[in-house]
């Protein structure tokens, strides 16, 4: 035809917080074909394991990605523990699960925020962040830090919160839930974004399963996927349905996250009604030795860590299979026809995290 | 030699009154936001910064547009505000919004002649209103001059309804606010870059800038029209039509996510099809 | 389906006033336990090394024989690991954070004993 | 004999000799020679009669009209020959029925009706001397230029240059008599020559496409032929008369507004307006100079040219509101449909079919803004346009493409030639330059008519014509450095007219309030009586002129500035990703990917498609409206 | 006057950190830090802008892509490394495809510390670019 | 806590494997490696929802392991990063990045002695 247009899209680029890069071949504005290439951020965090001890590979498992910092320091902590067959108290259990859903509140608002970013809607990016400093404050006063928390350790957890502060959350709660359902309203009900979002990147049932996708990418093609069903932490003690939508496209997505939004905040307050007393960290001594596989859910879906440790202070092997790795076949699926300015939305509607995707 | 005096003033005011109802608008938009936002004379330092700083350039072509451009602006600004013919003014606007667009293909860079074209297709959704205002506001008086419009013996809005309306929606687009923001917007994310202006810097940007002021100047203009006519009072209410229109522009703005091409150029030109040429219809059978 | 449902928020937002934190004339209140630097109160260290050691980015230097002790501001990551571990509980994280520099800082803490030794107290006016 | 019939005569002449000059070298100059002199001709011709007008009659008539029966005869026995032989009977059928019809009206009906003038020259036919006069000529001499190279880059077609330029000499013979001829009879017969030189040009490279095309074309002009027939026919049995002047100063009551109709199809399929309109896009498979000049700049000029004759017969009566919306239709969807054009050619055909529907609609309004509109139009649209085809057809022999697409380094090819095209691309539709001026009076006309709907349509429709001109500008202008383009030598006799082509279009702009008062006020004066004035202010001229001017001083002026001020040259931002030549990127599996950027066309919104059928569906109930309008009349 | 202190633009760009202290520049853009108080915009374009903030260390995939970057920027400009990745590869200096800090490639005018560099820390970062700036625009001048 | 299955197979029973996962609607987790002493040990996994099933063999050096992406298309990714970043012959990834997915600044794969490939 000889009408294409070929341009590249990122590393730069100020819709996208991280590089990523798409050669996109447009008709007018319509993707004909989006051919990515990743590896700006692949540092070779796995190979680490052989230069750092397992107590310090903590530090280093947290800092795969700064978002789902916490998520990533407790996958790492539990496949250990569950290796050295540790049974870490019942308290921090609960204390992680709370900082888990906090973590996903915090990443699903700064989701919304970017999502409002790339539809050109910056008052809306900005009210989410906005709200979403709360939760950070939350963290920082709870594990003394506001994206890395450090605050997981193999055996338990490093801090404890004690009641006047769990008081102090919920009732913070509280009032940030009032906020953001004011501002999730407009994503699920402003006919602006609902015109940008509604039908754009549909992925069918089948289409995700067969792509592999996970988390709230799968789950709002109406895919049952999650892992806090299989009962890791403190969820087996919590009531909780996997919250699912059968549209499958950014609408969808959109939906997902806002619901899990509030499902976080009511985890949490079941946490904070539950949380026993007690321990919140046994002592661990020796070196692991043996395998496993952990999975969890974290904010972008399932994640999975595989340690294996031959019994000295050296792992052999960390891998992680974080979410958006998972879930960049269905990215690009869902890519093929739309429009150049629908890429950012639909690059953002999986959660793209891709400092996870390439350690 | 009083003509001089006045068109001198035009060319130095214009901007002034431009830049500072630019730095309102951020405000306000940062307030809207929960921000504290940038002092109300940012605009003029972004400016003078970008005087200040080395203008770099990918080819030796792509600037001289820019001044042309800017110069058909104030062109258009003078012949507007001095009361002459407001169809030619709109042909030097779109003369002076053409070479813009050249500029961005001149520059033959990906993300500028991807925003030329965004740019040329807001032109094509939004010239024919403007096209239908300037009608509909002779069919009033019979004739193109403003100074003959604003002293008509009503003011235009009273039978130019519906092409007020019209006006108001495609002010969006001349404003450059969302939810028409798609060529080149003022807040940064987009999936173009910035468009036409993202090859050009230092001076260049500065003139961009510049003529941005002019033109947000010559759609209040517009709006203005609608409100004047020969008894004095009526001026102070065009004004006051000008800030209300304008600050409805700053709630839209922050009210509404950016539009794809394609619904830009479809609702503009149904919404203002049928506005307008309802309203006109309308006029041309009491005539 | 809704127009300008945004509208409510901006104009609370309006009257509400800025969220903002005027950072550099005033700061926003920083928790006790935010993690900001680590210090060390110098008299009570033994350099045992055990910091040093345990360090997972190594920004920790000791060198026994001169009983200095160093920390790499740029090579910290707050982790707060080594003042878990140091046995004298010497280190400890202030909440006060570094402020950015114009090149690589390292802080140098010699031992007390020889408060004088200007040359070797790099930095010791803002560290102390 | 008079010049003005050595003026028509000399191109059959020329046709004649060159037809029959088989060496090109001789051939070439003669060509040259004569184009030379047509114009030479015909700028005496205009300057002889231009103040007072003539009217000529000729005693010989009789022996004339013999003549013009017989070759019509001729003319009939090929087409019909032709038509049975490619099995496009339909061909054949039009050219027996209407030639029959022609002939026997020749001979039974004819006596006793008197021809006062059979040629009349007054301001409006100088104007179509003079712009078949010169464009012409200056085609012939590109032709020359341009045929050298076509042969060589096309060795598949057969070579028939002499018979191309005979063909050309005899269309100018043919469109002489057109415009002069004021015997209806005598226009009927030039009307059915520009047909066949069309038919025949169209189909040169005879290869199927083309002589499909060229059949199209054909059947069409021969459907408006029909058409003009029966008018005649009409005309010379109910009025007595065969007169085109005698005509337009008749009432328009129904009777007469049965063969105005008539007429107006056969203007309507002549200027390629919808629903008649694919015979334009099909031609364009024909050689350049034959586009420019019969397919943009004169031939379809004949259409509106009838139009505008017959404008004060159409001015308020419902034919001319048909004409109009039907005009205005064609202005709107044409203009659409060429957005979604690549071909440059394309591009043209479409803009041309829209550019003539403005016009129509102007003479359909037929009042003496909107014919002074029209009259402008007509000007500006065949200088810019023929120098539009000329560039086209020269880009095409410099980049070997006439895509627009591939003229992003048309700049680094030939500057100067970028800058023609910028020039006629820019007439077309920019402030200053004529076309918008004209276009603005039009407006103008419609809204004093209380055309309300054409006014909205020309509004949209104007909107979408910036589109397509723009985002060709902005190819010639982006300075793509593909290294491998081709150094091509720019033809002098390609550059000679294409030069004189531009300055024209930049001086006729300079020069429109002399056009308006020496040649449309008197002219419409003649129509509708003194009063008769420019519709423009004098302090909007002024305006205009200054931007004129400015256009033309800015650019120069811009020299020393870029003398003094050098800048660090930077690559393009490509996201960080440029390989440092502006032209690549490193793409995924971190190899060299080309940047390839081109314009949007949009073909869901305003592909042929999408919108050429209900376009023409919608353009054939306004002509049955016409028709029922008509029949209603004739029932009441 | 020197204006190039009243509006500073900044360009962000990703190395290859964690995302900590992306999200935190871009924090700083957001209501509660707001620096568009200083006249910060991100412009996210490289030709528009006057500082460049980069989190995270280089590695040999984007080695290119900065210094590409800092090239298109006009002069003056001032390169603000974020975080202790982008000052020495911090906690990930070891890995196999860390080449280092970002003065590795390029010149860094300000180092911010800090894992994840806080929001107060980068506003005091860019305040400290801005002096440089200035002085550099001073000079600018002086040689011209 | 999800049960542990590690099933041992031998290299070329990986497809019939895969495809019977496939059609008892497992879904592919992940693929990971770790280097033991005699070669790549790979691991499969796999989710069908209640069990989670691990396919576990060791990749030789000489081996030619087939891809899996013929039946779990979105394998690809994981195949191909370990092929480049491990050096395990895995043929028939479609689609084969031929080891360009990273750009890397050390020799890869980690295996390969100095001065292989």
Same mark, same amino acid.
Request: glycine share 6%.
């Given at each position: ?183 999730? =309203? ?96 046994? =002592? ?28 000295? =202070? ?46 | ?68 451009? /800017? ?95 019209? /006006?108001?929606?495609? /002010? ?116 | @389906?809704?127009?300008?449902? @945004? ?85 400890? @994280? ?35 | ?47 002889? %009669? ?9 005693? *010989? ?89 076509? #042969?060589? #880059? ?27 001829? *004021? ?197 500006? #649209? ?88 723009? &985002? ?10 593909? &290294?491998? #383009? ?75 500035? %870029? &003398? ?13 990703? *440029? ?6 990127? %490193? ?50 | ?144 | ?117």
């Amino acid at each position: 035809m000889g009408k294409e247009t070929v341009i590249p899209f990122g590393p730069q680029h100020p819709v996208l917080p991280e590089p990523i890069h798409l050669d996109l071949v447009l008709e007018d504005e319509t993707v004909v074909e989006a051919i990515p290439s990743i590896g700006y951020i692949h540092r070779g965090l796995e190979k680490l394991v052989e230069k750092k001890d397992f107590q310090q590979y903590t530090y280093v498992a947290e800092r795969i990605c700064g978002i789902c910092s916490f998520m990533h320091g407790m996958g790492y902590c539990m496949s250990v523990e569950s290796i050295m067959g540790v049974q870490i108290p019942e308290r921090a259990e609960f204390l992680r699960t709370i900082w888990a859903e906090l973590s996903r509140l915090h990443s699903h608002m700064l989701w919304l925020g970017l999502l409002a970013d790339a539809l050109g809607f910056e008052s809306l990016f900005m009210h989410s962040w906005r709200l979403r400093e709360q939760i950070l404050d939350i963290f920082e006063e709870t594990t003394s830090g506001r994206v890395i928390f450090s605050v997981c350790d193999i055996g338990g957890v490093r801090k404890d919160i004690d009641s006047e502060t769990l008081k102090k959350i919920n009732s913070i709660l509280d009032g940030f839930e009032q906020e953001v359902s004011e501002i999730t =309203k407009v994503f699920l009900n402003d006919s602006s974004v609902i015109l940008r979002t509604q039908g754009l990147g549909v992925l069918s049932q089948q289409a995700a399963f067969d792509l592999g996708a996970v988390g709230p990418m799968a789950r709002a093609s109406g895919i049952d996927i999650d892992m806090r069903k299989s009962g890791y932490a403190a969820y087996g003690r919590l009531k909780m349905e996997p919250i699912l939508e059968t549209a499958g496209d950014c609408y969808a997505r959109t939906s997902v996250r806002i619901k899990e939004v509030f499902q976080s905040l009511d985890l949490i307050r079941q946490c904070i009604a539950l949380i026993p007393e007690g321990e919140i960290k046994v =002592k661990v001594m020796g070196n692991p030795k043996g395998e496993y596989f952990t999975r969890l859910e974290q904010p972008r879906g399932e994640v999975l860590y595989y340690v294996k440790a031959n019994g000295t =202070k050296f792992l052999d092997r960390v891998r992680v299979r974080t979410p958006t790795f998972a879930n960049i076949p269905a990215l690009l699926e869902t890519l093929k026809g739309c429009q150049l300015a629908d890429v950012p939305v639909l690059i953002l509607t999986i959660d793209p995290c891709i400092s996870c995707t390439e350690r | 030699m009083m003509l001089v005096i006045y068109i001198i003033a035009v060319i130095v005011l214009a901007p002034l009154v431009g830049g500072l109802l630019t730095g309102i608008d951020r405000v306000i938009t940062a307030r809207m936001q929960g921000r504290k936002g940038p002092s109300v004379l940012q605009p003029f330092y972004d400016v003078l910064k970008l005087f200040q700083k080395e203008s770099i350039e990918v080819n030796t072509m792509h600037r001289f547009f820019v001044y042309i451009s /800017l110069i058909f602006v104030i062109f258009t600004t003078v012949i507007m505000l001095l009361g002459g013919d407001i169809l030619l003014a709109f042909f030097a606007l779109t003369l002076g919004s053409i070479f813009f667009v050249l500029g961005g293909y001149a520059s033959n860079s990906p993300y500028s002649t991807v925003g030329s074209e965004r740019e040329l297709l807001q032109m094509m959704a939004f010239e024919p209103m403007i096209l239908l205002t300037a009608i509909g506001l002779y069919y009033g008086d019979k004739s193109f001059f403003i100074k003959d419009i604003i002293a008509a013996r009503v003011p235009s809005i009273v039978y130019l309804p519906g092409v007020f309306l019209g /006006l108001i929606y495609i /002010l969006t687009f001349k404003l450059r606010k969302s939810p028409f923001d798609l060529s080149m917007s003022h807040h940064g994310h987009q999936e173009i870059v910035q468009g036409i202006t993202t090859e050009y810097s230092g001076k260049d940007l500065a003139i961009i800038q510049i003529t941005h002021w002019y033109e947000t100047i010559i759609a209040l203009t517009l709006v203005y029209l609608f409100f004047a006519f020969n008894s004095p009072v009526s001026h102070l209410i065009a004004i006051l039509a000008c800030i209300i229109a304008y600050l409805l522009e700053i709630v839209i703005d922050n009210a509404f996510a950016r539009v794809k091409w394609q619904h830009a150029l479809k609702s503009t030109w149904v919404i203002t099809g049928v506005l307008a040429s309802v309203n006109l219809i309308i006029l041309s059978f009491f005539r | @389906m809704s127009f300008f449902s @945004m509208t409510k928020t901006l104009i609370k937002s309006i009257f509400h006033g800025p969220y903002t934190v005027k950072y550099p004339l005033e700061k926003k209140e920083s928790f006790p336990a935010s993690r900001g630097r680590i210090e060390i109160n110098i008299q009570d260290c033994i350099f045992c090394g055990l910091c040093a050691r345990r360090c997972p980015t190594g920004a920790i230097n000791i060198e026994k024989a001169e009983s200095r002790w160093s920390i790499n501001r740029l090579r910290c990551i707050q982790c707060s690991y080594c003042s878990e571990v140091c046995p004298k509980k010497c280190l400890k @994280m202030s909440n006060n954070y570094t402020a950015p520099s114009f090149e690589n800082v390292e802080d140098e803490y010699c031992n007390a004993r020889v408060p004088d030794n200007k040359e070797n107290n790099r930095n010791i006016a803002g560290a102390c | 004999m008079n010049t003005i019939s050595i003026l028509v005569l000399f191109p059959l002449l020329a046709s004649i000799a060159v037809f029959l000059v088989r060496k090109d070298a001789v051939r070439n100059i003669i060509v040259r020679v004569c184009a030379f002199t047509t114009g030479i001709l015909t700028l005496f011709v205009v300057c002889r %009669y231009f103040k007072d007008g003539i009217s000529l009659s000729f005693a *010989n008539r009789n022996t004339i009209d013999m003549i013009i029966a017989f070759v019509e005869v001729l003319i009939a026995a090929y087409i019909i020959l032709i038509g049975i032989k490619n099995k496009k009977y339909i061909v054949s059928i039009f050219a027996a029925v209407q030639t029959t019809l022609i002939l026997w009206f020749e001979f039974t009906q004819k006596h006793g009706i008197d021809v006062q003038s059979d040629i009349v020259f007054d301001r409006l036919s100088a104007v179509m001397v003079l712009i078949v006069g010169c464009i012409g000529s200056l085609i012939l001499i590109y032709t020359v230029g341009y045929m050298k190279w076509y #042969h060589v #880059h096309h060795e598949e077609y057969k070579e028939r240059k002499s018979f191309f330029f005979s063909e050309i000499f005899l269309f100018l013979f043919a469109m002489f008599g057109l415009v002069l001829s *004021n015997n209806l009879l005598w226009m009927y017969f030039c009307w059915e020559l520009t047909s066949l030189c069309s038919y025949l040009l169209i189909g040169y490279t005879k290869t199927p496409e083309a002589v499909n095309n060229s059949f199209r074309a054909l059947a069409i002009n021969l459907g408006g032929g029909l058409a003009f027939a029966s008018a005649i026919v009409f005309i010379g049995m109910n009025f007595k008369t065969l007169e085109l002047s005698v005509l337009t100063v008749l009432k328009p009551e129904l009777m007469v507004l049965i063969p105005v109709f008539l007429l107006c199809i056969a203007a309507l399929t002549k200027s390629a307006q919808m629903p008649f309109s694919s015979w334009l896009l099909g031609a364009m498979v024909a050689p350049t100079p034959s586009s420019a000049l019969l397919h943009s700049a004169t031939m379809v000029k004949a259409g509106v040219y009838l139009l505008i004759r017959l404008a004060p017969l159409l001015a308020g009566t419902s034919v001319g509101k048909v004409i109009t919306l039907l005009g205005a239709v064609t202005f709107f969807v044409n203009s659409i449909i060429a957005i979604s054009k690549s071909d440059a050619k394309k591009i043209l055909a479409y803009s041309t079919i829209s550019n003539l529907g403005l016009i129509v609609a102007c003479a359909g309004i037929g009042s003496q803004e909107s014919l002074w509109a029209a009259i402008l139009l007509l000007i500006f #649209h065949s200088i810019s346009k023929s120098l539009l085809f000329l560039t086209a057809g020269s880009v095409e022999h410099q980049i070997g493409s006439r895509n627009v697409e591939d003229m992003d380094i048309l700049m680094q090819v030939s500057r100067r030639l970028s800058g023609y095209m910028i020039v006629g691309i820019a007439g077309m539709f920019l402030a200053p330059f004529g076309m918008l001026i004209s276009k603005w009076v039009a407006m103008k006309a419609f809204i004093d008519s209380n055309n309300i709907l054409t006014v909205i349509i020309l509004g949209y429709g104007s909107a979408t014509t910036l589109f397509y001109w723009t &985002k060709w500008m902005g190819k010639l202008v982006s300075n793509a450095n593909r &290294k491998d #383009h081709i150094k091509h030598t720019f033809h002098i006799d390609e550059e000679i007219p294409i030069f004189i082509h531009a300055v024209l279009v930049v001086l006729s702009c300079f020069t429109f309030p002399l056009i308006s008062e020496y040649v449309l006020v008197p002219y419409l004066s003649g129509l509708f009586g003194p009063g008769v004035s420019m519709p423009l202010g004098i302090s909007d001229v002024n305006i205009m002129l200054i931007m004129l001017s400015m256009l033309l001083i800015l650019p120069i002026s811009f020299i020393p500035i %870029y &003398k003094s001020d050098r800048r660090r040259i930077v690559p393009v931002y490509m996201a960080g990703e *440029n390989t440092g030549d502006n032209e690549s990127f %490193y793409g995924a599996l971190h190899a060299k990917r080309k940047v390839k950027l081109h314009n949007w066309y949009m073909e869901s919104f305003f592909g042929v498609k999408k919108l050429a059928f209900w376009s023409n569906v919608l353009s054939i109930v306004i002509i049955l409206v016409g028709v029922l309008l008509l029949i209603g009349g004739i029932t009441k | 006057m020197n204006f190039s202190k009243k509006s500073p633009w900044i360009l962000h760009y990703d190395g290859s950190s964690c995302n900590g202290c992306d999200i935190e520049v871009l924090a700083c853009l957001t209501p509660l830090y707001d620096v568009e108080r200083f006249g910060v915009i991100n412009t996210g374009n490289p030709k528009h802008a006057d500082i460049l903030l980069i989190t995270g260390s280089i590695n040999e995939q984007n080695k290119s892509v900065v210094k590409q970057l800092y090239e298109q920027m006009a002069n003056p400009k001032v390169v603000v490394a974020v975080g202790i990745c982008a000052a020495t590869g911090g906690i990930f200096s070891e890995c196999y495809n860390v080449l280092g800090g970002v003065d590795r490639i390029i010149p860094v005018d300000v180092y911010v510390p800090g894992c994840a560099a806080r929001p107060e820390a980068i506003i005091d970062g860019v305040v400290k670019a801005l002096g440089i700036l200035e002085e550099r625009q001073k000079f600018a001048r002086k040689k011209a | 806590m999800a049960q542990q299955t590690i099933n041992t197979i031998s290299a070329n029973e990986l497809l019939a494997y895969a495809l019977r996962l496939k059609n008892t609607n497992h879904r592919m987790v992940a693929i990971s490696c770790t280097t033991v002493e005699n070669g790549i040990e790979m691991s499969y996994s796999f989710d069908g929802g209640n069990d989670f099933i691990n396919l576990r063999f060791i990749a030789g050096p000489e081996d030619e392991i087939e891809s899996i992406s013929s039946i779990y298309p979105y394998s690809f990714l994981y195949e191909n990063e370990i092929k480049e970043l491990f050096g395990v012959n895995i043929t028939g990834i479609t689609p084969d990045y031929k080891d360009k997915l990273y750009k890397i600044s050390v020799k890869t794969p980690f295996n390969m002695k100095e001065g292989d490939k």
